[in-house]
């Protein structure tokens, strides 16, 4: 893959999230030889906010960190005539974030009137936008009370008795978790338990302020897909009720070049469900288009 390029991985994550849940694709990518960086966006894991920001503040931290590691790639390398190029892999928000940048760099390269030299910004060499939408729309319905409780007591004691399933029987599948996951494995209620319920508490307030100031805006970039050339790779779980297939469907349509992939029976979390298979996928993909 890329042998006659220098290709590093950005992997961003969703909300709740923190880069530990990106871990699955970054692990992947390093025992391919790729370096993969999956930072935690402000607010997020490891990176404390203490004001209020909002979502344009998480995209010029990302492009800055661009800018930044591809300057210090020319410097460590003065004598090799290959420019970092930068594969984005976005789940949920993070596809999210992914689309605007590829948008930042199209219009840096394309527009005319930018009197800088087009190779000064970062290159993108394409996208894999899992879960995700240019303009997201969600058919979760309201969620009782009794149903978060169940999600705490589901996760507590699979903590406690990680081998056994009845926990998952009497409260993982009659609670939140029923919307976030199809299939009910141990492996699934493992990152559920673990990496989830980590980045559910290490997500700010703050985070969830620009998220929820963003989300009463509105977010719809359909009508900017066409400036994206590059080759994209949409994946969206059938069962999705955060960030609907159709909605997924309707972004790999609107992107000139993009392949989609729908798993049945699988949501939102679709990456703890089968990982496996859409790592398969993904390698299949980067085979073929970069």
């Avoid at 020319?74 to 290959?82: E, G, I, P, S, T």
């Avoid at 007591?153 to 029987?169: D, F, G």
């Avoid at 994209?232 to 790999?252: F, G, K, P, Y």
Wanted: net charge neutral; charged share 20%; with cysteine.
């Amino acid at each position: 893959m890329m042998s006659d390029r220098r290709l590093k991985v950005l992997c961003l994550h969703g909300h709740p999230g923190n880069s530990e849940a990106m871990q699955i694709f970054a692990q992947y990518f390093y025992d391919l030889g790729i370096r993969a960086i999956a930072p935690d966006l402000r607010g997020y894991g490891n990176c404390k906010a203490t004001v209020n920001f909002t979502m344009l503040d998480h995209i010029q931290d990302l492009w800055d960190l661009l800018e930044s590691d591809r300057q210090s790639d020319r410097q460590d390398l003065l004598n090799d005539y290959l420019e970092t190029e930068y594969l984005i892999l976005g789940w949920s928000l993070g596809g999210i974030l992914a689309i605007e940048l590829a948008l930042r760099a199209a219009e840096l390269q394309n527009s005319a009137q930018n009197n800088l030299d087009p190779k000064i910004a970062p290159k993108i060499a394409g996208l894999i936008l899992i879960a995700t939408a240019a303009n997201p729309r969600s058919s979760l319905p309201k969620v009782a009370w009794w149903e978060y409780a169940n999600l705490v007591i589901a996760v507590a004691l699979h903590w406690i008795v990680p081998k056994q399933q009845w926990h998952i029987e009497w409260f993982g599948k009659r609670s939140l978790i029923k919307y976030l996951i199809q299939q009910h494995t141990q492996g699934a209620y493992d990152q559920i338990s673990h990496t989830g319920a980590k980045a559910y508490l290490q997500t700010s307030r703050f985070a969830q302020r620009a998220l929820m100031q963003a989300l009463r805006r509105g977010y719809d970039r359909t009508g900017d897909l066409a400036k994206i050339q590059i080759p994209c790779l949409a994946i969206a779980a059938e069962q999705d009720r955060h960030i609907t297939a159709a909605s997924t469907i309707e972004t790999a349509k609107l992107l000139p070049n993009c392949e989609f992939i729908s798993y049945p029976n699988t949501a939102h979390l679709l990456p703890w469900e089968i990982g496996d298979r859409i790592l398969a996928d993904i390698d299949s993909w980067c085979n073929r288009q970069l």
